[in-house]
């Protein structure tokens, strides 16, 4: 199935360092959201967008939706070791009614203390 | 409970076997998502549910997967003749909205169903 470009694949950081990853697509999403997932667990949402510019910040993330609507970014500032995990993106389409979300392969992120 | 709840956790079957899984969504929640996760991958839609009928089949990958949602609440993904390839995590989400356009669309998951097929 269609699944959206992350990048990178995975990353090796210091703690207190920062952290970007972005998310690309050959179409228009309407909303892109970004998840988390642990071992074990199902993805956790950390930041939703709804608004081709719209820059959103959740504590020490922060993630823009592009003026195309065709692609994200995520920032994470100062690491710190349980930031350890995959980040998703994910983009929606929607219409009347809901429709399913496409997801990245995912940012695998480890932070060394 | 408070989130989504899916049994078992953990499921080996031998190929050629027929499995349910099962998921229990956020109550109140009308809309009803199953993904599949593979190694390495980001989850891959396999069906929607709206309440009772699948709204979005589209994703299931054959015949052989099938879901049911009969009281739009709890929802069991069946797998017939199961296949090597079939192992992955099954992933189930929920969210609050039905028919109209609402941004309010948060996506709640399960921590999902490791499938073996040995």
């Known amino acids: 199935g269609q699944q959206l470009n992350q990048s990178p694949q995975s990353m090796f950081i210091q703690e207190g360092e920062d952290v970007s990853m972005n998310c690309t697509s050959s179409?228009?999403?309407?909303?892109w959201l970004w998840y988390k997932q642990d071992p074990g667990e199902g993805p956790v949402l950390l930041i939703a967008l709804y608004k081709a510019g719209e820059l959103t910040s959740n504590g020490r993330l922060t993630a823009q939706f592009g003026i195309t609507r065709k692609d994200s970014f995520l920032n994470i500032s100062a690491s710190i070791p349980s930031d350890v995990g995959i980040y998703f993106c994910a983009g929606q389409r929607l219409k009347s009614g809901n429709t399913p979300l496409v997801f990245g392969k995912g940012t695998r992120l480890s932070v060394i203390a | 409970g408070a989130g989504v709840s899916q049994t078992p956790s953990n499921k080996v079957t031998e190929k050629g076997k027929y499995v349910e899984l099962r998921c229990d969504p956020i109550?109140?929640?009308?809309?009803l998502y199953w993904y599949r996760q593979s190694l390495g991958q980001g989850p891959e839609f396999l069906i929607y549910f709206q309440g009772t009928g699948a709204a979005d089949d589209s994703g299931l990958p054959n015949d052989r997967f099938f879901a049911v949602r009969p009281e739009g609440s709890v929802s069991t993904l069946k797998i017939q003749r199961t296949e090597r390839g079939d192992s992955a995590v099954y992933l189930c989400a929920s969210s609050l909205t039905g028919r109209t356009q609402n941004p309010n669309t948060e996506a709640f998951f399960g921590q999902g169903t490791r499938l073996t097929v040995v």
């Open positions: 109550s109140g929640h009308t809309a």
């Open positions: 179409s228009i999403f309407n909303t």
